[in-house]
Structures are given as C-alpha cells and as structure tokens.
C-alpha cells in the first residue's frame, strides 16, 4: 500500500506545522495519481495561507482536519497511476499542487496541452488554479529551466497581469507619476517592476528593508530603491500609485496619510505576517479604499478581449523576455536551493514564513524524495 506525506499548517497559527503519512485510497474510474516530484515554496505561498479563508485557498486540497490546512504551491508532478483513458503513466506535468508527496486529480476538458482537475470541491473555485498542463505541449516548458519555472512562473504571471491591470486603466491617472511598490525584494515585486519599468511616464520605485537594499538596486528593474524609513524622500505631491505585497499596516497609513495624489491603492499580497492588516481595517484613511487584485478577473477580461490564442502569446513572450533576464549567467537574479524530506520541508517552510531569507535563493522543496 502506497502513503502520501503532507506538511499541515495550522490555520490560525501559520508558524505551527506538523508532517502527516496516510495510507492512499484506491483510485476511482476517471482518476488519475501524481507524484509530487518538486514544487517551489516563497512568499506568495505564505499569502495563500494569510488569507486561506476570505479567499478560500485552503479549500483547494482540504486536510479533513479541522483548524489544520496544506498551502497550495506551484510545482511538477508525474503520473504514477491513471484509471484515465486519455492519460497515461510516466506523463509530466505542471501546476497547482499541495505541500505532499502525491495527490489525486480527476481530468476533464483534455486537450493536447492541458486538462483541468474536476474533483467534486474544486468545481467552484478559480478555474485558473485547476489546469494541468502537459510538458511535452507546455509552450512554456522548457526542460532546463523547471526550477525557475517553479519558482517564478506563477508569480511573474501575476506580475505581468498587475502591471497590464494598470495599463489597461491608464496608471488611475497616476502617468506620468510614480508607481511605488512595497516589499520589492519579491520575486512577484520584482516581476511586477520589471514590466513596469518598460512603462513610459512611469518611475518605479522600490521600498524594501535596509538588508535587501542592495539586492533590489543590483536587480536594475527599479529606478528607485528606498528603505522603508526613506519615504520622505518622495516628493509628497506627485501622482502615484501604491502595489502592496506586503500587508503591512503602518506602512499603508503612512503612504495613505503622505501622500496627497495617491490614485489607486492595489493589495496583492502579505509577506509581513506579523503586521498584517487587511483591507478592510483601512477605511478611515484618506486617499482611495484599498481594494485587492484578483488576477484570474484580468485574465478572464484579457482572454476575452485578446481571445486565448492573442492572451497566450502575449504572456509567452513576455515570460521568456522576464526569463532571460533573470536566468543571466553572470548576474542571475535567482539560484535555486533544494530541500528534500520531511524535516528539510519543515525547515524551509518556517525560513520562508519568516521572511528573513536571501532573495537571490529560490527554494524547492520535495515531499517525494
């Protein structure tokens, strides 16, 4: 009898984690079983769990344990036993999966280079998050690149659709004027900046830890890089535009409160968990309401306007422009660090959670191995 290993987080107290092996169930007709060969582990998961309830990830792969949940994360698997017609064992694939070592889909919708996952709970939930796609028809995939794609493929989509979300409504008339970027040291800050930078009438400015300063100026995306402290040093008056990744309440009165143009303030994230403040505990401050991103509503819009073929090929070129780039050989941007077990797993998780890591290390970690 095969088992399946799960890193569990408790929802109410992200920092608290516990490693569970259960026996596997016998697959049903039409399912198929994927082993989890790696997946990437960064901040973007910790948003997941910070608003694992009002936004419903946790309800992506359920743990059956009340107050206990597993993190979605982005990552490759391989087909390892199918009751499917149309998919075969030893078939690679890429998407959303749980921290674990093997997980059960049911495919529907197949097509030459994806299918989605129709298991009965995920029907209602983003159907962004439920695509498979199969490396060998994958126009993203490239097979010397799995760690970058891991670590960075859903976070620079993301990227590339805040940045088209602020096009498309012209900067909230903040262009030409500032576009300031909080916790710009991540890997979905930096996406997001590098797409910006190449905005006329934009300039980018990067607010980061006084650790991390470096790092971000060396990355040559951000035309300003500022210590959080230095927020005096933009000019109180100019038009500009607030993207939070970090969630940090002070820093958001502070932004809301100096800044007299602010036309947009966009919430994409919460990598500081301990000063987290959502949305919503914003309104008394002046200026625009807070008010969060949601990409799957930008891609449903630019699917519709582009048609998916148009969307398709405007985001393949863009991620392979974004991959160049980061992927330099004499000044990457990014080196991927594995971390393979149960105890390693653990051990990244909480590095991850407390945000303390070096941003050049991308982290991948393996159940499976």
Request: with cysteine; proline share 6%.
């Amino acid at each position: 009898m095969s088992t399946t290993t799960q890193l569990l987080i408790r929802k109410d107290d992200l920092s608290s984690t516990r490693v569970r092996t259960t026996e596997d169930a016998a697959l049903a007709e039409g399912q198929v079983r994927l082993r989890i060969d790696q997946f990437a582990l960064t901040s973007n998961n910790i948003t997941y769990a910070a608003f694992g309830e009002s936004m419903n990830y946790w309800q992506f792969f359920p743990t059956g344990e009340e107050g206990w949940g597993c993190i979605p994360v982005w990552g490759f698997a391989s087909v390892v036993q199918s009751l499917h017609p149309g998919v075969a064992v030893g078939e690679r694939l890429y998407g959303y999966v749980p921290m674990a070592s093997s997980v059960v889909l049911a495919p529907e919708r197949l097509s030459p280079a994806r299918f989605a996952d129709g298991t009965p709970h995920r029907t209602g939930l983003p159907p962004v998050y439920n695509q498979y796609f199969r490396c060998t028809r994958d126009p993203l995939y490239t097979s010397d690149s799995e760690d970058l794609q891991a670590l960075l493929r859903p976070l620079f989509i993301t990227s590339w659709l805040i940045d088209d979300f602020f096009d498309d409504n012209n900067f909230f008339g903040a262009r030409p004027g500032i576009a300031l970027l909080s916790s710009a040291s991540s890997k979905t800050a930096y996406g997001t900046a590098f797409q910006m930078h190449q905005r006329p009438g934009i300039e980018v400015v990067g607010l980061t830890s006084a650790a991390n300063k470096a790092f971000c100026q060396s990355l040559g995306c951000y035309h300003r890089v500022l210590v959080y402290e230095e927020l005096d040093q933009v000019a109180t008056d100019m038009p500009c535009v607030y993207v939070d990744f970090a969630g940090n309440g002070e820093l958001r009165r502070a932004i809301h409160t100096r800044f007299s143009q602010l036309r947009h303030d966009c919430v994409i994230g919460g990598t500081h968990v301990e000063q987290l403040a959502p949305a919503g505990t914003a309104k008394e401050l002046p200026g625009p309401r807070a008010a969060f991103f949601f990409a799957p509503a930008q891609i449903k819009k630019r699917t519709e306007e582009w048609g998916a073929e148009g969307f398709g090929q405007r985001m393949v070129q863009a991620w392979q422009s974004f991959l160049a780039k980061v992927a330099r050989p004499a000044t990457p941007w990014l080196t991927a660090e594995h971390h393979d077990g149960a105890e390693a797993v653990q051990a990244a998780y909480a590095q991850v959670l407390s945000g303390r890591g070096d941003p050049r290390i991308g982290h991948i970690l393996s159940l499976s191995r």
